[in-house]
Structure formats: C-alpha cells, structure tokens
C-alpha cells in the first residue's frame, strides 16, 4: 500500500487560509492523478480538486476561485492552497492518488471556528 503523508491542517478563523500538503513515493506522484477529498460530519465524502500529471486542474464549484491545487515534482508533493476559509470547509481533508490503482493518504482534520 503506497503511503500518502499529509500535513498542513488545523484551527483557522474564517476568512483565514491554511495549506494541506501531501508527499507521495516517486513512483506514484509521478505518474497519477492526484486530489484532495473531504469528508465533513455527517456527509459523503466528496472532490475538493484534483490535478492531472500535466498540471490540468479541476474544482468543486464551492472552492472555486478560493483554493488551489498544485504539485511539485522536484518534491513529489501535491498541495492545496486554501484561503478565504469559511465554517462550510470544516472537514477531515484526505489527499488522493488515481491511475491503475487507488490509494488514500490517513487524512487531516480542518476546523474553521472563531
């Protein structure tokens, strides 16, 4: 099982930002998909973004023009820039790998509370 390391979560007010970040083995970061989910309380867990090996990149319409996705392959992580924060983003964050297989990073909580 490919091992997905995030960090980056916490306490932020709203209007705040915070930055997830998650590393992935060279072999994996390299050649799949990679996405941020979340899962509130009580919710499904659903997309936040995801980006393409090529950098193409794709947003749930709730954190467009808010969030942003990115990967650094010198790194081989893939981050996700969240600013203007509001209570609606509280959610255990969970970084994503999607090719021929799936793997699933051990996920971050982010509480957005004043």
């Known amino acids: 099982q490919a091992q997905l390391v995030e960090s980056g979560g916490g306490l932020v007010q709203p209007g705040g930002s915070l930055r997830l970040s998650c590393a992935a083995p060279?072999?994996?970061?390299?050649?799949?998909?990679m996405g941020w989910y979340r899962q509130a309380p009580g919710k499904q867990r659903e997309l936040v973004a995801d980006i393409s090996r090529g950098g193409i990149t794709n947003y749930t319409d709730s954190v467009k023009g808010r969030f942003t996705i990115s990967r650094d392959y010198a790194k081989n992580t893939v981050y996700l820039q969240m600013n203007s924060l509001t209570p609606d983003d509280t959610a255990v964050y969970y970084c994503?790998?999607?090719?021929?297989?799936?793997?699933w990073g051990q996920g971050t909580q982010v509480t957005v509370s004043s």
């Open positions: 994503n790998a999607r090719h021929i297989a799936e793997y």
């Open positions: 060279g072999s994996i970061f390299s050649n799949y998909r």
